[in-house]
């Protein structure tokens, strides 16, 4: 069972992908929000036994520190017992942030946080692991000086582009590293509302498309679920190429393949 990888759908923008007895953890231990679910109580005491299908997480990554991505308690909790290999969470200036950096130095992981408007983007590598991250504005005005990253996660032969909450509107920070090189993406519902969103889904050109940080039904207050609901089928054309699906159900195996080396 070694040689497969396999993806797994947390709460809300959340998502762990292990592959060759080490895992991945994305925007994975956050909080609920009023407009988007997030890890319950009950979930991160699930998450925190012997047996869960996380128990070989060796890496938590984050594209940034907003609460429906990033919760500063279950972070702490979680390196303090389980005390992962390493976090990257882009550099800021909160409490939040220091309490994270103190942790993880007493508990031997490390933390790697370039500094948004310094560090465009970069690479580290852990054997067969390696994150790439790139600099890239977090939509909307009011949040735009929000340290924000995009990551290309390679495990298990796979590329894997996760796009946090990235100004989709804006291909500035598009790097040519992601052109044809991405194997499975998950990009926010916007993507594919916009043509400029399609397009930089067609130049990934991804064999799988996986639309993800949506609200369950109970929260949608701005239609997000039913707008992408909406757009799969009038971009069908366009998205079918890619296998393209909503991801819908919270803490579920979503996908498995044999590894590629």
Request: charged share 25%.
């Amino acid at each position: 069972m070694m040689n497969r990888i396999r993806i797994y759908s947390l709460r809300n923008a959340g998502v762990y992908v292990e592959a060759g007895g080490k895992g991945a953890m994305v925007d994975g231990l956050n909080r609920p929000t009023s407009h988007f679910d997030g890890i319950t109580d009950d979930d991160f005491a699930s998450m925190m036994t012997k047996n869960s299908f996380i128990e070989n997480c060796s890496f938590l990554l984050y594209t940034h520190a907003h609460l429906d991505h990033f919760d500063v308690e279950k972070n702490i909790k979680y390196i303090s017992d389980k005390k992962p290999e390493a976090v990257f969470l882009p550099f800021s200036k909160d409490v939040s942030y220091r309490r994270l950096s103190e942790c993880a130095v007493q508990n031997g992981t490390e933390l790697v946080s370039p500094v948004f408007g310094r560090d465009s983007g970069g690479m580290v590598k852990s054997g067969d692991v390696a994150l790439r991250f790139f600099a890239a504005g977090h939509t909307g005005r009011q949040f735009a000086d929000t340290p924000h990253y995009c990551l290309l996660l390679e495990i298990g032969g796979y590329s894997i582009f996760v796009s946090g909450d990235v100004d989709h509107m804006s291909s500035e920070w598009h790097p040519p590293v992601l052109r044809n090189q991405v194997d499975i993406a998950f990009v926010s519902p916007f993507f594919i509302n916009q043509e400029i969103g399609r397009e930089f889904i067609a130049e990934m050109s991804p064999e799988k498309l996986f639309v993800y940080h949506l609200p369950p039904e109970q929260l949608d207050e701005f239609r997000m679920r039913r707008q992408a609901e909406t757009d799969l089928i009038k971009y069908r054309g366009q998205l079918e190429r890619y296998g393209t699906e909503l991801v819908s159900s919270p803490m579920k195996l979503i996908f498995e393949a044999e590894q590629r080396f």
